[in-house]
């Protein structure tokens, strides 16, 4: 671990650091930006490469196994100021360690799944996406695919929603949803629409199938031409005049449903 405190803000690499805030420079330098102990600890965990790692000498101190673990697998590692560690995160009162790690991107859209999918689109909020990542990964899905104008799938907020599973679930990023809806149909992949209003609920569909599951807008929902290619539309009930639920709350509803279905086999 080094022993040299970075104190000052003007420092080039905190100025480096910093620029991973903006999605722009992140995608630019194929870089992530990891904050927290569940994320980073889950990535150390996995082996997943760390390329820089920043922490107080506070946080270093409570967390002597894994700063030794730390050092042994990361590039770099550097000690800093309280307020140069605030000026890296992007949280308002951040752990006390931040890294930077490069971004391993899953680019194969033919993958057909053997058990449950989850296919999104153009989801818009990181915590949402985070929260459904992280849900996935706790009931088996096997893989995400996103479209291109969601939230950006790496974004800070996103890794810290899934507290560290976001490492654990491939996700692809594609232009094209419904290619890769009708790829998976033509494997015999049942794929459910979830809609606001339709003539079955979700625990009416047989789950225990092979399964992908659309989920739409947190506003707007699915788009037409998705709900159009799907076999089978499902719903959430609702009482008491309530429009809609959180989609990582339907999501886990839904996912946890597959869960019990398969449970049952």
């Known amino acids: 671990m080094a022993n040299k405190i970075i104190t000052s803000i003007k420092n080039p690499l905190v100025k480096q650091l910093r620029k991973l805030h903006r999605s722009r420079n992140r995608r630019q330098q194929n870089l992530l930006l990891l904050e927290g102990n569940n994320t980073i600890t889950t990535a150390v965990n996995l082996n997943y490469p ?126 094209n949803l419904a290619q890769t809806i009708q790829e998976q149909q033509k494997h015999n992949i049942q794929v459910i629409a979830t809609v606001p209003q339709a003539g079955k609920t979700y625990w009416e569909i047989d789950l225990a199938r092979p399964s992908l599951i659309l989920l739409g807008n947190e506003g707007a929902g699915l788009s037409e031409e998705l709900i159009a290619l799907a076999d089978e539309k499902v719903t959430i009930p609702l009482d008491n005049a309530v429009e809609s639920l959180n989609v990582a709350i339907a999501t886990a509803l839904i996912l946890y449903e597959a869960k019990r279905q398969n449970s049952n086999q």
């Open 50 to 175: 760390l390329a820089i790692v920043c922490c107080t000498p506070e946080w270093q101190e409570r967390h002597q196994q894994l700063s030794q673990i730390i050092t042994h697998q990361a590039q770099r590692v550097e000690l800093v100021s309280p307020e140069v560690l605030s000026a890296i995160a992007t949280t308002v009162n951040p752990d006390g360690v931040v890294a930077v790690a490069t971004r391993q991107i899953f680019q194969q859209p033919d993958v057909i799944i053997n058990h449950l999918g989850l296919l999104a689109e153009r989801l818009q909020d990181p915590g949402n996406l985070g929260t459904i990542i992280r849900t996935a990964v706790a009931t088996g899905v096997e893989r995400l695919w996103l479209s291109r104008d969601s939230v950006d799938f790496d974004h800070p907020k996103v890794l810290r929603a899934s507290a560290g599973e976001w490492f654990r679930l491939p996700v692809t990023v594609t232009d």
